[in-house]
């Protein structure tokens, strides 16, 4: 005959417990079942959402604009004028780069990108942003002292380049164009997109390597 | 202190992390919320956190996304909407043998 004494009931309640998630999915899930059913969201598009940025857009979209601006100057000078149109052309408009702003790294100046505030990040053409990039530390210093937290990435910059940064909002976000690396010469743009890295493109690394193209 | 090295690192280090994100960003797309809303009322919970020592960690920034997106909310979903749902769920997990998808009663 089966016995359920208190020792039991306890153990089968810790068990139980054990499998509720953790405080943040909860509330997550709460919110989520709440907006869901007052229709403020529909869940097919969470679910698109969560499976786009978790599986297929990436800093990539933002490499295929860059080398496109490196091979095709009419694409390069639409870039610079309206980075959103431009983008649009690849289909990489969406969330977050309603109004996008390019700026190009040159010999002697460098672009960082910030958000202050909070986060603010041009998801649609880059991904989901770094941890860094969402750092208190990294939205504090990269204004206050940014040649340091760029040496920290592992950028010297010469005092003969300048270091411009630019602190997005809500209404508006960046883009860093890397400079082409040299000996680069006839590189198709799937090539050249291969070199051009993340951080590149944040401004938090300067140099692209062309080894491991 | 940064890493100099391009990191590949998962987009998000927990589901919850990307269902908040996607409920923020959809919410601002279907022009449910407003982008400068967002970003001040996320601004001011991040500044929070910082000022009560929360480590400055990806799981306190998606925390402070979870706390905005519940304050920007809260004329359609109240606290108490929130505690009553929370308590349905938490029944839910209890009752629902493992494995099983757990659902609530309608």
Redesign the interface.
């Known amino acids: 005959m089966a016995t359920f004494d208190r020792e039991d009931a306890a153990k089968l309640a810790r068990h139980?417990?054990s499998?509720?998630?953790?405080d943040?999915?909860?509330?997550?899930?709460?919110?989520?079942?709440?907006?869901v059913e007052?229709g403020?969201?529909a869940p097919e598009?969470?679910d698109a959402?969560?499976e786009a940025?978790?599986e297929h857009i990436?800093p990539k979209r933002g490499a295929q604009v860059v080398a496109r601006s490196w091979v095709d100057p009419a694409f390069r000078a639409r870039l610079m004028d309206d980075a959103t149109a431009a983008i649009a052309e690849f289909g990489f408009d969406?969330?977050?780069t309603g109004h996008l702003k390019a700026v190009e790294n040159t010999d002697t100046q460098h672009h960082l990108i910030v958000c202050t505030?909070?986060?603010?990040y041009p998801?649609s053409l880059l991904?989901?942003s770094?941890?860094?990039y969402?750092?208190?530390?990294?939205?504090a210093r990269a204004v206050r002292e940014p040649r340091q937290?760029l040496s920290?990435?592992?950028?010297d910059l010469p005092e003969t380049v300048g270091v411009r940064v630019w602190d997005s909002?809500?209404?508006l976000r960046y883009l860093v164009v890397p400079q082409r690396p040299a000996n680069t010469d006839g590189w198709d743009e799937a090539r050249l997109a291969a070199l051009v890295?993340?951080?590149a493109m944040i401004g938090?690394?300067r140099h692209l390597k062309t080894e491991a193209a | 202190?940064?890493?100099?090295?391009?990191?590949t690192?998962?987009?998000?280090d927990?589901?919850?992390q990307?269902?908040?994100?996607?409920?923020a960003?959809?919410?601002?797309?279907?022009g449910?919320l407003e982008?400068?809303h967002?970003?001040?009322t996320?601004?001011a919970a991040?500044r929070q956190a910082?000022a009560e020592g929360a480590p400055?960690?990806?799981d306190t920034?998606?925390?402070c996304v979870?706390q905005a997106?519940?304050t920007v909310?809260e004329p359609?979903?109240t606290a108490a909407?929130?505690d009553t749902?929370?308590a349905q769920?938490?029944e839910a997990?209890?009752v629902t043998p493992?494995g099983q998808p757990v659902v609530?009663k309608s």
Request: hydrophobic share 40%; proline share 5%.
């Open positions: 139980l417990h499998h509720l998630p953790s943040p999915a909860l509330r997550t899930k709460t919110l989520e079942s709440l907006l007052r403020f969201v598009t969470i959402w969560v940025y978790s990436g969406g969330d977050a505030l909070c986060s603010c998801f991904g989901m770094p941890a860094w969402k750092s208190a530390a990294y939205r937290v920290e990435f592992g950028v909002t809500a209404e890295t993340r951080n938090t690394a | 202190m940064f890493q100099p090295d391009e990191v690192e998962p987009a998000f927990h589901p919850w990307a269902q908040i994100m996607a409920l960003q959809t919410m601002i797309k279907t449910h982008a400068t967002w970003a001040e996320l601004g991040l910082e400055d960690t990806a920034y998606y925390t979870l997106l519940e909310t359609h979903v909407d929130r749902r929370r769920w938490e997990y209890k493992h609530l």
